[in-house]
C-alpha cells in the first residue's frame, strides 16, 4: 500500500524558516517524481514545487522560487522542503504527492497533509 | 483567480445526476492537454479521482466519469450518494503560464 507521510508541522514568524519531511513507503520511490502541493486555509490547491525520480531536476512556482528548496534522499525514501523567508501568503496545508515528471501531471497519491503556519 | 472555471457549488439530491464544469482556455484544455480530477471529502487530503480526461484510478466507482470537449471538461456523477459531498478539483497543464500545473478553484458539492 503506498503511503505518504508529512512530519514538519509548526508555527513560524514572517521572515522565518522551516523543513517538511514526507516519508514513503509502499513503492520504489526512486522511481517517481515528488511534488509539493498546498492549500491555504478555505482555499483551493496550489502547486509548489517537483523533484525528479533521481533528484537532478526541480521546478517550482514562482510565488516561492528563491524562498523553498526541495530534495530528496532515496535511500531514506524521503522527500523534503525547506521553507525560507516565509510570509502570511504561505501559511497553508502542504501536501507532498507522488506524480511524473513529464506530462501528463497528475498526482495519483497524497500525504495526509501538514500545516505551517506563519504568524507573529 | 484560477486559470481553470469550476462553479464554486453544485447541489442534487440522492439518486440523482450531478456534473462539474471546468472551463479553460485555449492555452490548457483547448490545446489538448489532459484533464484531471480530484475529490477533497471534509477534513481529507484530495484522492484523484479522474486522470487523462476519462480514466478512473482502480477502486473509483464507475459512477464518477470524465469528459473534455474544446476548451472545457466536466465531471459527471451518478447515483448520488450522500458520501460524494465534497470538493472537487481539475487540474491541468497551461503551456502560456511560467507555473504550468494549474487546478481550478473547486467546487462544493452539496448533496441535498
Known amino acids: 500500500e503506498v503511503q505518504l507521510v508529512e512530519s514538519g508541522e509548526g508555527l513560524v514568524q514572517p521572515g522565518g524558516s522551516l523543513r517538511l519531511s514526507c516519508a514513503a513507503s509502499?513503492?520504489?520511490?526512486?522511481?517517481?517524481?515528488m511534488h509539493w502541493v498546498r492549500q491555504a486555509p478555505g482555499k483551493g490547491l496550489e502547486y509548489v514545487s517537483a523533484?525528479?525520480?533521481?533528484?537532478?531536476?526541480?521546478y517550482y512556482a514562482d510565488s516561492v522560487k528563491g524562498r523553498f528548496t526541495i530534495s530528496r534522499d532515496n535511500s531514506k525514501n524521503t522527500l523534503y522542503l525547506q521553507m525560507g523567508s516565509l510570509r502570511a501568503e504561505d501559511m497553508a496545508v502542504y501536501y507532498c504527492?507522488?506524480?511524473?515528471?513529464?506530462?501528463?501531471?497528475?498526482?495519483?497519491?497524497w500525504g495526509q497533509g501538514t500545516l505551517v503556519t506563519v504568524s507573529s | 483567480q484560477s486559470v481553470l472555471t469550476q462553479p464554486p457549488s453544485v447541489s442534487g439530491a440522492p439518486g440523482q445526476r450531478v456534473t462539474i464544469s471546468c472551463t479553460g482556455s485555449s492555452s490548457n484544455i483547448g490545446a489538448g492537454y489532459d484533464v484531471h480530477w480530484y475529490q477533497q471529502l471534509p477534513g481529507t487530503a484530495p484522492k484523484l479521482l479522474i486522470y487523462?480526461?476519462?480514466n478512473r484510478p482502480s477502486g473509483v466507482p464507475d459512477r464518477f466519469s470524465g469528459s473534455k470537449s474544446g476548451t472545457s471538461a466536466s465531471l459527471a456523477i451518478t447515483g448520488l450518494q450522500a458520501e460524494d459531498e465534497a470538493d472537487y478539483y481539475c487540474q491541468s497543464y497551461d503551456s502560456s503560464l511560467s507555473d504550468n500545473v494549474v487546478f481550478g478553484g473547486g467546487t462544493k458539492l452539496t448533496v441535498l
Open positions: 504527492a507522488r506524480g511524473n515528471w513529464n506530462r501528463p501531471y497528475y498526482f495519483d497519491y
Open positions: 523533484i525528479s525520480s533521481n533528484g537532478g531536476s526541480t
Open positions: 487523462g480526461n476519462s
Open positions: 509502499g513503492f520504489t520511490f526512486s522511481s517517481y517524481a
